[in-house]
């Protein structure tokens, strides 16, 4: 969990960076940007590997990382989109407030010790 504070506070903190010192755009896409840009060109990645990989078994490891990733992806654009329906908000803002809350979000995998 603290992997994921120090992710995102890293790419609030680009964004403001991105906003303020270059000026290229408003804080709010700037977030978005870098936090989906390096997702979607992993995906492309392991997509690429995948492909090149000669097991069918490979293949279909990577092809379920990818949808699943996909999917949490779009389920949580998905999410932001409805949220800016109901509350009136900013989807940009809405966007950033849903990937905080991931943040706490408790990941499956065991700890070996």
Do not use: H, R
């Not at 960076?17 to 992993?42: C, D, H, M, R």
């Not at 490979?58 to 990733?69: D, E, I, Y």
């Amino acid at each position: 969990m603290l992997k994921k504070f120090t992710v995102w506070f890293t790419c609030f903190g680009l964004s403001f960076l991105v906003s303020n010192v270059f000026g290229w755009t408003e804080q709010g896409k700037a977030f978005l940007y870098i936090n989906l840009v390096p997702g979607i060109l992993a995906l492309i990645v392991i997509l690429i590997i995948a492909g090149l990989a000669s097991g069918s078994e490979t293949k279909k490891k990577s092809f379920l990382v990818v949808l699943v990733t996909a999917g949490v992806l779009a389920i949580t654009l998905f999410a932001t989109w409805g949220a800016t329906k109901l509350f009136g908000i900013d989807f940009f803002v809405a966007y950033q407030i849903m990937t905080f809350g991931q943040c706490f979000c408790i990941d499956s995998k065991k700890k070996d010790d």
